[in-house]
C-alpha cells in the first residue's frame, strides 16, 4: 500500500535536504526518491511552489557545458522548515501511539 505524501512533508523534506547544502533539482529528486515513492514531475512544481513562496531561492552554476540550476533555502525557508518538524514530531507521536500501542502491549486512553 503506497501512502499519498501531504504537501507539507514534501515541502519538509525539500527544505531539510536544502538545509545540508544546496542541490540541483534532479539531485533533489533522487534523494528524496531514496525515502519516498514520489515521481519526478510531483518534485518541479514543489520547488517551483516553495521558490514563489520565497522559501527557497536559485542560482546557476555550468556543468559540462550547460547551465544547472541549484536551490538554496532561505531564512524564510529555515523558520518554516523549524515549523514543519515540530509539527512532525507531534502529529507522527499521536499516530504512533495509536497505530502501535496495541502491538507494544499498551492501552489508548479512550
Not at 515541502?11 to 545540508?20: H, K, M, Q, S, W
Request: charged share 25%; proline share 3%; no cysteine.
Amino acid at each position: 500500500m503506497n501512502i499519498k505524501v501531504p504537501t507539507v512533508l514534501l515541502d519538509g523534506t525539500v527544505l531539510a535536504l536544502l538545509d545540508e547544502h544546496d542541490l540541483y533539482g534532479y539531485a533533489i529528486t533522487k534523494q528524496v526518491q531514496k525515502y519516498l515513492n514520489v515521481s519526478e514531475s510531483t518534485m518541479y512544481p514543489v520547488l517551483r511552489r516553495l521558490q514563489k513562496d520565497k522559501l527557497l531561492t536559485t542560482y546557476d552554476e555550468p556543468f559540462e557545458g550547460r547551465n544547472r540550476r541549484y536551490y538554496q533555502i532561505t531564512e524564510a525557508g529555515k523558520i518554516n522548515l523549524k515549523e514543519i518538524k515540530l509539527t512532525w514530531q507531534n502529529f507522527s507521536g499521536a499516530v504512533d501511539t495509536l497505530l502501535l500501542s496495541k502491538e507494544n502491549g499498551g492501552e489508548t486512553d479512550a
